[in-house]
């Protein structure tokens, strides 16, 4: 192909070579560059990957780390009143004790104590009321409840909010992080791994919201949609691949599924919309409907992957059953199906693993409301994960940020494992013949 | 619970029932033509499969009749309300009548007994239905025993029976798939022709302005809202275009280089990190979009354009100054970086289609590697990488949680990537969460918009997976 290129006027050999040799380096040229930009395309793809899991990490790796205050309340008789426990403000109460412990005393307005509530969560008042309420005899005594900071605490201490930004600009004041270096001072505060993150459900203040609620969500809504697209999917790839007749209406069914893979996701949204909600009455924002539209969606994976599985099974295995007397179904469910089926397994896990971080047609079905504490059944209100994960990305407070990235890092950690869950079915179990 | 507890008897009756017929076709000892396990199931499904089927049936659609019988007889009370709050009424019918939470609206006069009325009406359907519908299921399975297992004799065929009935469980499967699709299209199209009878198709596709607000109550003062699609489609373009600027090169190349000159070692290394960035759900690019890359590249653009100021890019200083987060370019690139393993992964397929022997023949004419690639290789495997990159185009088209989360809410005609647009797909969210009404233009504007985005892709797939079937042929 170097002929056509080359100069007529090539008269000694000498310069002939010259020619060649020039020509070749700058084909030797053409041809390193060509491999370090596909060198460069693989680094950038693969730096994103970095990035993107890295950024998260940093952001959200914080959330694991709490920052938990104890102090003695001491449970006024004439405060709190044995009839009507809820009656008492118990955050107060609180706050003077935080308010004692740093050697101050409340001003007549309630401004110190006030203040002080904006450093403490509102939950040490709720196990106090709890307490009273279950054992009132703690009336009149001097009990030590432990409890998280408030979220904008916690950034303080994280270094997220900083003394150098001008007082007006951030949430606490000088006199606020003052009383929060003296309270870490005094050895008041404990740092220790964030478990409520992990065993509770969200909640409109950041420091209490965790992703229980939103992963007992996800495990439903799964079930629901394993229960339902991996065997219809299995079965009717099972059909179209060893039973059905090649003729237009096998063609059409096939067409339809390979474009039902790549229709986009949020059309199953108005589906579930339209037909699950609207004419079935399916209950809204319940793991059901969620599940059905999750088994739609995710039916066509289930298919094609089945269909791979069970072409990679060689006929001389069909062959030698029927040649025994099987019927064609006992050979496929007694021969064809099991030899397929890490196959099958892997494509499963791996659709599900998408279910999982689908978000979009969720949001159409109404499974974007707030949704606090853990699902009461499959047809209760609930959230998902990567929902949780939009939901509090849209909240204005900071501290939800890192709480979205810390529930990002739940959901990668169940993605891999699924994932991981695939190539070891594949690793193990998968013959080659 | 009722339906539950009947649905598990049926399932253990049915399950007595392959005992007992599988006896008794041991019992007839050698010589029956089927098995006598086949013998059990087959008396099992006479028992069961209609019956169950019944009640799943009664279970998906008995709440359906039950409000169309309780709303078959209105009481004047009622029918006096306008529609809306005729509709709380029932709602909270079925609310008291499930004992679940009404609304907080107070009924008063002659509605009080009315409501009263109407939950005892609700709770007396929801008994009989339930009843007749366990009555019915009890009857259909005793009348299958007896025909079932009448019938079990020595000659009785009874697995070529068994694997009939399995026959039509797998077109009943394989139908879903057909069902699916046909409740897609149907949704759609119905859900839009309402919205088409409100505002005139060629408006809504050819329309420049889109305001989807409309006027709550008929005496407020606003515009009745404007449903031209134009800058949606714009903005969907724009960032599609910006996507696909990022994705196609990156993507390609990658996928050149694993296939052309990647060796096994490299191959087993990059190819699981590649499928782990196509793994990660979409929310996580949204997230990292929004928080991220958009304050970054904003960043950028404010600081150039302070260092513009005053000079001779005075204006342009100014301008890139104030530029927002929700740039189109912001979700353009982080949805090319969703992009690259889904490109590189389909290249890959059909550069690895393409046979070795056009590979051999080019180098043994002395071809180096790069020009067997560019003037061999690629022009071979053209038409799929053509359709790879459609394909990635209806992704890009449908894509929905980047855009929604990093990219913003006025619709804009504009082909700045600096500037903030609007999609398809952020639209159908936006209108569709939170509270809905399903007789304003407003919410069924989202399904003309679904039917529109789906017939795009549809179109867009549609080219790109016969492309990729006859490539396919023409090398197998």
Not at chain 2, 216 to 244: E, K, N, W
Request: hydrophobic share 50%.
């Amino acid at each position: 192909m170097t002929d056509a290129t080359l100069p007529a006027a090539t008269r000694s050999p000498d310069a002939l070579k010259r020619a060649v040799e020039a020509r070749l380096k700058q084909r030797y040229a053409q041809e390193m560059r060509f491999r370090l930009y596909g060198r460069i395309a693989i680094i950038i793809a693969l730096s994103f990957l970095v990035l993107l899991v890295g950024r998260i990490v940093l952001q959200g790796y914080s959330t694991f780390i709490d920052y938990r205050i104890s102090v003695p309340v001491h449970l006024d008789a004439s405060r709190v009143d044995r009839n009507d426990p809820a009656g008492a403000n118990y955050d107060l109460m609180v706050a003077e004790a935080i308010l004692a412990k740093l050697g101050e005393k409340d001003d007549e307005v309630g401004e110190a104590s006030s203040k002080v509530m904006q450093l403490m969560s509102n939950d040490l008042g709720f196990q106090l009321l709890k307490m009273v309420r279950e054992d009132p005899s703690v009336i009149g005594k001097t009990i030590t409840v432990t409890g998280p900071m408030r979220a904008d605490s916690a950034l303080y201490y994280k270094g997220e909010i900083k003394r150098s930004t001008p007082q007006d600009s951030r949430k606490l004041d000088d006199q606020q992080l003052g009383w929060l270096d003296e309270l870490k001072a005094a050895g008041a505060i404990r740092t220790g791994f964030n478990i409520g993150f992990l065993t509770r459900s969200d909640s409109t203040e950041p420091e209490q919201a965790g992703v229980l609620g939103a992963v007992v969500g996800s495990a439903m809504m799964l079930i629901i949609t394993a229960l339902l697209a991996v065997p219809i999917g299995v079965l009717a790839a099972t059909y179209l691949e060893e039973f059905a007749p090649k003729n237009r209406w096998t063609d059409l069914i096939e067409v339809n599924i390979n474009n039902l893979a790549a229709v986009p996701s949020i059309v199953y949204g108005l589906l579930g919309l339209a037909v699950f909600i609207n004419w079935l009455n399916v209950p809204r924002s319940s793991p059901l409907v969620g599940g059905l539209v999750m088994a739609l969606m995710a039916l066509p994976t289930v298919i094609i992957a089945t269909r791979s599985a069970l072409k990679a099974v060689p006929p001389s295995i069909r062959e030698a059953a029927l040649g025994v007397g099987a019927s064609r179904t006992q050979t496929v469910f007694h021969h064809v199906l099991p030899l397929a089926m890490p196959g099958v397994m892997t494509g499963a896990i791996l659709s599900l693993a998408h279910a999982l971080g689908e978000t979009a047609p969720l949001l159409m079905i109404g499974m974007v409301s707030f949704v606090p504490g853990v699902p009461e059944g499959f047809t209760g209100a609930a959230t998902v994960l990567p929902v949780q994960v939009f939901i509090w990305e849209n909240a204005s407070e900071r501290a939800f940020h890192e709480r979205t990235a810390a529930a990002i890092l739940v959901l990668l950690v169940f993605m891999i494992v699924m994932n991981l869950a695939a190539i070891l079915v594949r690793r193990r179990f998968e013959r080659r013949w | 619970m009722f339906t539950w507890v009947a649905l598990l008897t049926l399932v253990l009756f049915s399950g007595t029932t392959y005992a007992m017929a599988r006896r008794k076709a041991l019992a007839q000892g050698r010589g029956s033509h089927s098995l006598p396990g086949y013998h059990g199931a087959f008396a099992a499904l006479w028992v069961g499969a209609p019956a169950i089927l019944l009640l799943l049936l009664s279970m998906a659609f008995g709440g359906r009749l039950e409000t169309a019988a309780l709303r078959a007889e209105t009481p004047p009370a009622v029918a006096a309300l306008d529609a809306q709050q005729r509709d709380v009424f029932y709602n909270d019918v079925h609310a008291i009548a499930r004992g679940g939470q009404p609304s907080e609206t107070v009924y008063d006069g002659a509605l009080k007994p009315a409501l009263e009325a109407k939950v005892a009406q609700a709770r007396a359907l929801t008994r009989g239905f339930q009843i007749g519908a366990v009555g019915l299921a009890a009857a259909l399975a005793f009348a299958g025993l007896g025909l079932g297992y009448r019938r079990l004799n020595p000659q009785f065929r009874a697995r070529n029976r068994v694997e009939g009935w399995i026959a039509g469980l797998f077109i009943a499967c394989s139908v879903v798939a057909v069902l699916t699709t046909i409740g897609i299209v149907a949704s759609l199209v119905w859900e839009s022709s309402r919205f088409f009878q409100a505002v005139p198709p060629l408006e809504f596709l050819f329309g420049t302005q889109w305001d989807p607000q409309i006027a709550m109550r008929a005496d407020q003062y606003a515009s009745s809202g404007a449903f031209g699609a134009v800058p949606l489609f714009a903005g969907t373009f724009l960032i599609m275009l910006i996507a696909m600027a990022v994705a196609a090169p990156i993507g390609l190349y990658s996928a050149i280089y694993l296939s052309e000159y990647a060796g096994r070692t490299t191959r087993a290394v990059v190819k699981p990190m590649l499928e782990i960035l196509a793994g990660v759900p979409t929310v996580v690019y949204g997230f990292f979009a929004a928080l991220t890359v958009g304050p970054l590249f904003r960043g950028f653009f404010n600081a150039v354009g302070a260092e513009l100021v005053g000079g001779p890019f005075n204006g342009l200083g100014l301008y890139l100054g104030q530029v927002q987060n929700q740039m189109a370019l912001v979700a353009g690139a982080v949805m090319g970086i969703m992009l690259i393993p889904f490109v590189s992964s389909l290249s890959d397929d059909i550069l690895n289609a393409v046979p070795q022997s056009l590979r051999d023949g080019s180098l043994a004419m002395g071809a180096t590697r790069s020009e067997t690639v560019k003037r061999v290789v690629v022009p071979a495997a053209l038409p799929g990488i053509v359709a790879a990159l459609l394909l990635a185009v209806s992704r890009a088209v449908g894509e929905t949680m980047i855009v929604t989360m990093a990219a913003g809410l006025q619709a804009k005609t504009t082909l700045n990537p600096l500037d903030t647009v609007t999609t398809v797909t952020v639209q159908i969210v936006t209108l569709l969460t939170g509270d809905q009404e399903f007789d304003s233009p407003k919410t069924l504007s989202a399904f003309g918009l679904g039917l529109t985005l789906f017939g795009v892709t549809l179109v867009l797939n549609i080219i790109a997976l016969r492309i990729v079937q006859r490539f396919r042929e023409q090398y197998d």
